[in-house]
Structures are given as structure tokens and as C-alpha cells.
């Protein structure tokens, strides 16, 4: 019997199996024994609303170009596992408001059975949330967790993002995301942007960021936010006005309910693969002009064997 690592881009990608211990002082992963990868998929219309309409047949998954066999389908509202990376640092002092507010929205349209944390971030990580509470759809809670900012310091991004994906991982749900706000790049990290978009294709979780950035911040940095949110499946934002900024928290929460979910089961018994790439098509039978988001890939690399 072989036991593999899948790992993932900020879910985009699901796996099903009997999940692992992590080994310490490794990049946050997700270690299963192998029966089925689930792949979520958002359809738009070129008008940017969702379709809703479309059947199996219509979709074709590919991994490495080969066709897969779709073991299920669906298009259900499943509970997700939600983090949210709220900046701190001392150039927010002018959006406090109406991020604190944009990201109150958002939890007002999740689902009760959703599982959220918070989680603020300037040169150091705070959690909003009582330590004895790790994910809450309470929205009490989840309003107090978000009123806790406190403006200060400098923009530890990369750290408060590895900090998010391993905290997600302590959720059971299959279903992961991790969104952040932000209004400038990493300053101040210990991680750099290469290391943080390799645990990103790790973790296994979709990721969106609003990126409320100054077009003379030097520290800015869109490209890492854009790479994220391509390589995962998810979106990445960058407003022109604050007044934008709860309108996006709005349409990131209807965009994780309203998502494909595929499944089929991996061939992981050819050697020396450890990347496998994803590409998801859809033919429509109404010949609308569509467009398809998800994960672009996923690593596999192989834990051990027992005969």
C-alpha cells in the first residue's frame, strides 16, 4: 500500500482520505492516503454572474492532459473554512472603518455552518477570537473578533499567510479559504513571497485578496496576491476606492457558494511525478461565452510503502 502527499494551492482542490500528523518544521500540507481529488470550479458569464445550469456531462477534467473519469458532481452549498487576515499596520489608520465594516458584511452572508477565524496582523499575529475558540460562526463573536484592530507597526503578509493556512488546517472541513485585506506589500517577514506561494500550493485552500493599495506605496507588491489567487483557483481584487471594498467581501462570499464541485480518482503509481497539472473545460450547450476559474495543479510526492 502506498501513502502520498497531496498538496494543494489554497483550495481550489479537495482531497478525501484519512488525513496525516504533520511532521514538524515542513511547510503546511495536507497527507493523505489517496482516494479521490475534488476540484472546485466558478463559471461566469462574460456579463460576470454565475451559471448555475450546467450538468457533468459539460465538464471535462484534465490532469497532465488526460481526460479523467468524474466520480461525482455537484453544485451544493457546502460549509467552508474560512480565514480572515485582516492588516493592521499603521498605514490602515485611514481604512480602519470600512475594512472593519466590508469584512462584517462578508460574515453576514456566510453560512451557519461555516467555521471562521480572524486574524490581525502588523509586525506581529493576534487571533480575534477567544483562545479557547478556534473557528466560530457565531457572527457576535466573529464583530468583536474584527473591532480588536489595532493599528501599528509594520506589514508582516507573508507570516500572517502561513500562519492562516496552518490554522486552517486544523478544520475538518474539506472546503478551505483564506481571504485577506490589505493595503500594501510584505515589509517586514520573516518568510519571503517565493516560500509563501510554494506553502500556498501546499495547503489546499482557494485564496482571495483585497488589495487596497496605494500606487506610490513602494512596499506594494500585486504580483504575489495575483499569483496566489491564480494558482489556487480563487480572485485577487484591488479597488480604486474604500467604498469598493464591501461590495468584494460581498462577492467573495456568493463566489464560495456558488462553485462546482468534481471529483475523480488520481493514478499516483507513475514514479518521478510530483506535480500533477489541473485544467478544467466546460462546453456549453447554450454557447454562452464563459469563463472558468480553479486550481491550476496540485504535488503529490510519495510518503512511503508497505507491502
Do not use: W
Not at 22 to 37: G, K
Not at 76 to 93: C, F, H, K, T, Y
Not at 184 to 209: E, H, P, R, T
Not at 284 to 304: A, F
Amino acid at each position: 500500500m502506498c501513502a502520498y502527499r497531496i498538496v494543494a494551492l489554497f483550495m481550489a482542490l479537495g482531497i478525501a482520505g484519512e488525513v496525516f500528523a504533520q511532521t514538524p518544521d515542513e511547510a503546511p500540507a495536507l497527507s493523505v492516503d489517496v482516494n479521490r481529488v475534488v476540484v472546485y470550479a466558478t463559471v461566469r458569464q462574460s456579463n460576470g454572474n454565475f451559471v448555475a445550469d450546467l450538468e457533468k456531462k459539460d465538464f471535462t477534467v484534465l490532469e497532465d492532459g488526460k481526460a479523467q473519469e468524474l466520480l461525482s458532481f455537484t453544485r451544493e452549498d457546502v460549509p467552508v473554512a474560512i480565514g480572515l487576515l485582516v492588516d493592521n499596520s499603521r498605514s490602515m489608520i485611514n481604512k480602519r472603518d470600512e475594512v472593519v465594516e466590508a469584512a462584517k458584511a462578508f460574515v453576514r452572508v456566510t453560512n451557519p455552518g461555516d467555521e471562521i477565524f480572524v486574524l490581525h496582523f502588523n509586525e506581529k499575529l493576534t487571533y480575534g477570537l477567544p483562545k479557547d475558540t478556534a473557528f466560530t460562526s457565531d457572527h457576535a463573536l466573529l464583530d468583536a473578533a474584527l473591532d480588536q484592530m489595532k493599528l501599528d507597526g509594520r506589514t508582516a503578509l507573508y507570516d500572517a499567510i502561513q500562519e492562516g493556512l496552518q490554522h486552517l488546517n486544523r478544520s475538518t472541513l474539506t472546503k478551505k479559504a483564506l481571504i485577506v485585506l490589505s493595503d500594501g506589500g510584505d515589509n517586514i517577514s520573516f518568510l519571503n513571497d517565493d516560500i509563501v506561494v510554494k506553502m500556498a500550493d501546499l495547503s489546499g485552500a482557494l485564496f482571495y485578496g483585497i488589495g487596497i493599495y496605494d500606487p506610490l506605496d513602494g512596499d506594494a507588491d500585486p504580483g504575489v496576491l495575483r499569483d496566489l489567487a491564480k494558482r489556487t483557483g480563487g480572485e485577487a481584487y484591488f479597488p480604486k476606492a474604500l467604498t469598493e471594498v464591501r461590495q468584494l467581501c460581498e462577492t467573495i462570499a456568493a463566489t464560495l457558494r456558488n462553485q462546482y464541485a468534481l471529483s475523480y480518482s488520481p493514478k499516483l503509481d507513475t514514479p518521478g511525478r510530483d506535480y500533477r497539472k489541473l485544467e478544467v473545460k466546460v462546453r456549453d450547450p447554450k454557447r454562452r461565452k464563459l469563463t472558468i476559474r480553479t486550481r491550476t495543479g496540485y504535488y503529490v510526492s510519495k510518503l512511503d510503502e508497505q507491502k
